[in-house]
């Protein structure tokens, strides 16, 4: 279980082969790779900067992957958050479940992107022709969390 | 007290942290908005909107009832945007 909050840029294929090596229980991995849009609200975006709040963040994705360590039978979970200047392309995000069976891995991966978009504290900064500008948070992001909500 | 600004509020406000001298009336998240609000007019500016205006005290999401006291770090940004 790890959470990396960086600067520099991560390799899908060498995380995904980290860790699954020689964890013949895994049955299956559920990866989502969040990339830099050239386009964003009608907009031309030349450029993405993210800004975050360092030792909240890590606590929030820890916390969120323990969240979902408790709900599925994970055998692992790995999130990667990339902050500073990132292009159209780049990659921002890495979130990887894996476990036993596949549901347990979608849910588990679509559970923890959804919940660190409304939890985990960053801001992102578009360069656009018009100037840079900051992104609005979005209530469809909030009702995507909103759904993983446990039952009182 | 710690105050920590991100996003537009920091370029708003223009400083990124401040040590403040809590008022002994300041007890709560919302008291302690109103009170920054009066720190000077790019703050009154920025805070005007508290919809737009969460709050983190020692790192946790917090509501605006939630307690704050002298030795807290409180962060005060605008809706987050990650992922």
Not at chain 1, 14 to 23: P, Q, S, W
Request: charged residues 25%.
């Amino acid at each position: 279980m790890t959470v990396k909050v960086q600067c520099e840029d991560f390799d899908v294929g060498a995380e995904l082969a980290a860790m699954t090596r020689g964890r013949t229980s895994i049955g299956g991995v559920t990866l989502f790779v969040g990339l830099v849009r050239d386009m964003a609200s009608g907009a031309a975006v030349s450029a993405m900067t993210l800004e975050h709040y360092p030792g909240m963040t890590e606590r929030q994705l820890e916390a969120i992957e323990a969240e979902a360590r408790a709900r599925w039978p994970l055998d692992d979970a790995l999130i990667i958050h990339r902050y500073g200047r990132l292009e159209p392309g780049d990659q921002i995000v890495l979130v990887a479940t894996a476990s036993a069976h596949r549901e347990a891995a979608f849910e588990s991966c679509h559970f923890l992107i959804d919940w660190l978009k409304t939890k985990a504290p960053f801001w992102k900064l578009e360069a656009t022709p018009e100037g840079e500008r900051w992104v609005e948070a979005k209530e469809s992001d909030d009702s995507a969390a909103a759904r993983w909500a446990k039952d009182a | 007290m710690k105050v920590l600004y991100f996003a537009w509020l920091r370029t708003k406000i223009g400083v990124a942290t401040e040590t403040v001298d809590l008022p002994a009336e300041v007890k709560d998240v919302g008291a302690l908005v109103e009170w920054l609000k009066t720190r000077s007019p790019k703050h009154a500016e920025a805070l005007a909107n508290s919809k737009v205006v969460k709050v983190a005290v020692n790192q946790e999401h917090v509501p605006y009832d939630h307690p704050v006291s002298t030795g807290d770090e409180v962060a005060l940004f605008p809706p987050v945007t990650g992922g």
